[in-house]
């Protein structure tokens, strides 16, 4: 059964940083198209970053140069560190896995492209 698990969720300041796990079981994550996306009260999900099956890297404008995200193969664990964190920034954060079309398409931020979900993960930063 696959399955995901995020962890590393916190309270911070703004400018801190954080760093964001996501351990993948039951499958490797290295052959799907995984996605960090983000959820805060009384708006829509959207996708923070993708990685692809080949490494290639997505990122939304709005964390760029802040947010990195990369890979432990040999654990199956995904993580995302976030730097320079703002108020905004604030939500539940999930990672998820689709297939691998799902990055080579260009539709990684797209949340119903994807085959499984974690449980989520909060991240708060107060000014």
């Known amino acids: 059964q696959v399955q995901l698990v995020e962890s590393g969720g916190g309270s911070v300041q703004a400018g801190g940083s954080l760093r964001l796990s996501c351990a993948a079981f039951?499958?490797?994550?290295?052959?799907?198209?995984m996605g960090w996306f983000r959820q805060a009260p009384g708006k829509e999900r959207e996708g923070v970053v993708g990685?692809?099956?080949?490494?290639?890297?997505s990122y939304a404008d709005s964390v760029k140069g802040r947010f990195t995200i990369s890979r432990n193969n040999a654990k199956n664990t995904l993580y995302l560190q976030m730097n320079s964190l703002k108020p905004e920034d604030t939500a539940m954060y999930y990672c998820?896995?689709?297939?691998?079309?799902?990055?080579?398409?260009?539709?990684?931020?797209?949340?119903?492209?994807?085959?499984?979900w974690g449980q989520g993960t909060q991240v708060t930063v107060s000014s």
């Open positions: 998820a896995a689709g297939p691998p079309r799902v990055c080579y398409s260009g539709s990684w931020s797209y949340d119903y492209a994807y085959n499984y």
């Open positions: 039951g499958y490797s994550y290295s052959n799907y198209c």
């Open positions: 990685i692809g099956s080949d490494g290639s890297l």
